[in-house]
């Protein structure tokens, strides 16, 4: 179980990324083809991988910038013009939590 400092970083992650997600959803706003989410969304990822490097046993060895890039880019293959893709908070906690398991766990 994670202390609450933890929970609240990864709160924070989880919700940095799906509003990252969030804000580029909309099929009719945004180009919602693979290499233009990736570019949009680098610095999210970026971001992600800074904290969890700082924050987790084994981070310290160091975390790849695209650590939750290919999710973040990710887009249903069958997404109609106009639809809206974000995956949930819920989602991106689980996600999250698997990579800092990964990592040895939270500092």
């Known amino acids: 179980m994670a202390k ?6 990864l709160d924070y992650l989880a919700k940095m990324c799906e509003y990252a997600q969030e804000h580029i959803g909309c099929s ?14 680098q610095c999210t990822s970026f971001a992600v991988a800074c904290f969890l490097a700082q924050n987790t046993v084994e981070g310290h060895n ?7 890039l290919e999710e973040l880019a990710k887009v249903p293959k069958k997404l109609k013009k ?4 974000c995956r949930s908070e819920k989602w991106w906690k689980k996600t999250i939590q698997k990579i800092v398991d990964d990592l040895g766990g939270w500092k």
């Open 4 to 9: 609450a400092k933890d929970e609240e970083l």
């Open 62 to 68: 160091g975390v790849e910038f695209c650590i939750v």
């Open 28 to 41: 009719d706003a945004w180009p919602m083809d693979r290499e233009s989410r990736e570019n949009r969304l």
């Open 82 to 85: 106009g639809e809206f893709f």
